[in-house]
């Protein structure tokens, strides 16, 4: 008995592309999935410098932790999720961040990974973050203080 493999077929014009899917904030659950107010992904050109806005980003979030800044200014560029983590790590760390360093990485179009490494007090601490590129603007789903 022959087994025979047959190979799919190239479809000519077709690129094969990775592509955002928006994330959907816990916090909401399903009640935002109407495809009229579902987050638009947004193509690089059409969203700010990654490398400065997450850095501002970073200091944004440092300056709620440290009570210089209330967590509702990071609102718009947050999901609701975030917001939570950010408060609540802001009650456990009460001692002053400095940013050693900041390491982005872009694994598809429209999102952003970045790693940053915080000097708290005599301790090194990494920080981690996701951005969406959605409705023009960068939002972070995800934050993790290690």
């Known amino acids: 008995m022959t087994i025979t493999q047959s190979l799919p077929q190239e479809v000519p014009n077709q690129t094969k592309k990775l592509y955002l899917v928006p994330t959907t904030d816990k916090e909401f659950g399903n009640e935002l999935s109407h495809p009229k107010f579902s987050p638009i992904p947004s193509s690089l050109a059409e969203l700010p410098d990654l490398f400065q806005w997450s850095e501002n980003f970073v200091i944004a979030v440092i300056e709620v932790w440290s009570g210089r800044r209330s967590a509702l200014q990071l609102s718009r560029n947050c999901h609701r999720s975030v917001i939570n983590k950010i408060i609540e790590e802001g009650k456990h760390l009460n001692q002053k961040c400095?940013?050693?360093?900041?390491?982005?990485?872009?694994?598809?179009?429209?999102?952003?990974?970045?790693?940053?490494?915080?000097?708290?007090?005599?301790?090194?601490?990494?920080?981690?973050?996701?951005?969406?590129?959605?409705?023009?603007?960068?939002?972070?789903?995800d934050l993790n203080l290690l």
């Open 98 to 141: 400095q940013i050693r360093k900041l390491y982005t990485n872009q694994p598809i179009e429209g999102v952003i990974e970045v790693v940053v490494t915080l000097r708290v007090q005599d301790r090194v601490r990494s920080l981690t973050l996701r951005f969406e590129g959605v409705d023009k603007r960068w939002i972070c789903t």
